[in-house]
């Protein structure tokens, strides 16, 4: 337990920010569950709108340092190709 008075509100601002970290990054990766699951399906239309969505989530995250930017980037170019692969066939190999 926090002795003085400056630890005693540092504790409550930890507290704080762990809980609106854990609310954003379920947000987070709730937009990308989306995503994956619209790609999967049969419709472009929603797979391209969760997927606008989520790089905006994921826009955020890495502006508040949610995750690393480069993080960001990586899982926006990887949500990219899974659409891009989805409006082809499938290959014979």
Do not use: C, W
């Not at 509100?9 to 762990?18: I, N």
């Not at 239309?45 to 994921?58: D, H, I, Q, S």
């Amino acid at each position: 337990m926090p002795n003085t008075a400056n630890a005693k509100k540092a504790l409550r601002q930890s507290v704080k920010r762990r809980l609106l970290n854990r609310s954003n990054r379920s947000s987070l990766r709730t937009a990308l569950k989306k995503v994956r699951v619209a790609a999967a399906g049969e419709d472009k239309e929603v797979a391209e709108t969760a997927f606008r969505y989520a790089v905006k989530r994921l826009d955020q995250a890495a502006a508040k340092n949610l995750i690393h930017r480069n993080a960001a980037a990586r899982t926006k170019s990887r949500l990219s190709k899974l659409l891009l692969k989805m409006g082809q066939p499938a290959s014979a190999s």
